[in-house]
């Protein structure tokens, strides 16, 4: 039996692996964490939402209960305090700079709550945690962004899962909700990077492909407990 956590799925790439966990049999149920429900019904989907820099305190269990109008989660609550069932979690959690209005409140979107909802996942069983991060993420980095990156994954690192997976994907494309200009002129210069297949550790990457390369990766036997996946073997996992 195999349970996924998901958190960010109000984003390009989160959205893409629930959707991506939902359709896929080897997933019996998918947990969706965030601040808030999504419109959404499935059979295997529950959700738990709340401020999730205070996940530990969540009594996760109950939240689930009281969404289980048939009783059809009962299975999966009694799976994870058994440790009957392997838990992925996959996180896309983030922002920018711009959107958070200051590095302060950046870092706490890219880093607490990042951390916060991992180390609650570890401590319910989870066995994999898949995390997107960026190209260039390095907590030695002078550019903030990146810091802050390589210091979640520094941080993710000591938590110790059996298998900690760090995708570092290029510029992302896909129907953001938000409107960034940055981003949609940077991937208007970088498309043909796409179509020429040129530079592929650089080239923009397709939000679809990073949730395909996780899903893959977390189904995939590794002899590694951590890996770092960059943009062009993301590319190549997702064919």
Known sequence: MKTAIISGTSGLVGMQVLHQILKNPEYDYVISVGRRKLAL????????SGDILEISNWNWADMMVEEDIKGDFQN?????ESGETEIHAFCSLGTTIKAAGS???FRVIDHDMVLALATWAKSIGTKKFLYVSALGADANSSVFYNKVKGEVEDDLKALDFDFLGLFRPSLLLGNRNEFRFGEQVASILMKPLVW???LKNIRPVYDYQVAKAMVVTALQDSSS???IIPSGLIQDISK
Do not use: P
């Open 196 to 198: 020429l297949k040129l």
């Open 76 to 80: 999966l609550k009694v799976s994870i």
């Open 41 to 48: 019904k499935h059979q295997k989907l529950v959700q738990i």
């Open 225 to 227: 407990k951590v890996e």
């Open 103 to 105: 590095q302060e409140k």
